[in-house]
């Protein structure tokens, strides 16, 4: 019997699926009826949303989130085994980029099974092309530390890789927690440091911004639950 195949399906990073998510996407989720989510009911709804045809309550949906060890990937994929196409669905973005759906594709390599990843939305990618920022050569570091002394000296470590590297750098935090951020980068940073601010990207409520430090203080953006990227530049 034929295997099934591994599709890495973007969802929508904002409320908003006109103009995000393209055909290749939509034709992709029709060909399967097994999905690895890392969210059952956001999944569910997504697919909804999308008004495809498909009947939600035939769909199969197991969960693949950052608890899942590797050792559950032979079950969760049985599916593909029996020439069945499986989609991994994070919970917003593209599966695998800062989000989970590696251990998938992982086992999929292992296993000789096609992995087909689609072009969507990435928050980071977005971010990057945003912001004017070197993006020949960057890094992403994903949760920014939470601990007040640890926050400080890796907003002070990115800052001299910036200029020891020639090299963007990304991070995030939680969204309730950005305004925090925001204050804690104004205040290490150096005044002639270029930071840039990507918040609800491709959402209704978009804020793109890039400034050095000293020009930010002027004008803080409330960022509060809103979803962004930071990213930093100095030379």
């Given at each position: ?69 590797f050792g559950s990937l ?8 029996e020439g069945h196409n ?150």
């Open positions: 019997m034929k295997q099934g195949n591994l599709y890495l399906i973007p969802i929508t990073i904002a409320e908003n699926t006109n103009n995000v998510i393209s055909s290749s996407v939509t034709d992709s989720i029709k060909n399967c009826n097994h999905f690895l989510v890392e969210n059952i009911r956001t999944a569910r709804r997504f697919i909804s949303s999308l008004k495809l045809g498909l009947t939600i309550e035939e769909l199969h949906f197991q969960q693949l989130d950052k608890k899942t060890d032979q079950k969760l994929m049985a599916p593909i085994r499986i989609g991994v669905m994070s919970e917003a973005g593209c599966p695998g980029v800062a989000d989970p759906g590696a251990l998938a594709v992982k086992y999929a390599h292992q296993n000789n099974i096609r992995v087909i990843p689609l072009v969507g939305p990435s928050s980071i990618l977005m971010a990057l092309m945003a912001s004017g920022f070197n993006g020949q050569s960057f890094a992403f570091h994903g949760y920014i530390p939470i601990d007040k002394q640890k926050r400080k000296a890796k907003i002070k470590e990115l800052e001299k890789d910036c200029i020891r590297l020639d090299q963007t750098q990304l991070f995030m935090d939680t969204p309730y927690r950005n305004n925090q951020l925001l204050s804690d980068l104004l205040n290490e940073l150096k005044p002639s440091t270029l930071l840039s601010i990507s918040a609800d990207v491709t959402g209704e409520s978009e804020y793109i911004g890039t400034k050095p430090v000293f020009a930010w203080k002027k004008n803080k953006p409330d960022l509060h639950k809103k979803p962004a990227i930071f990213s930093i530049y100095s030379k």
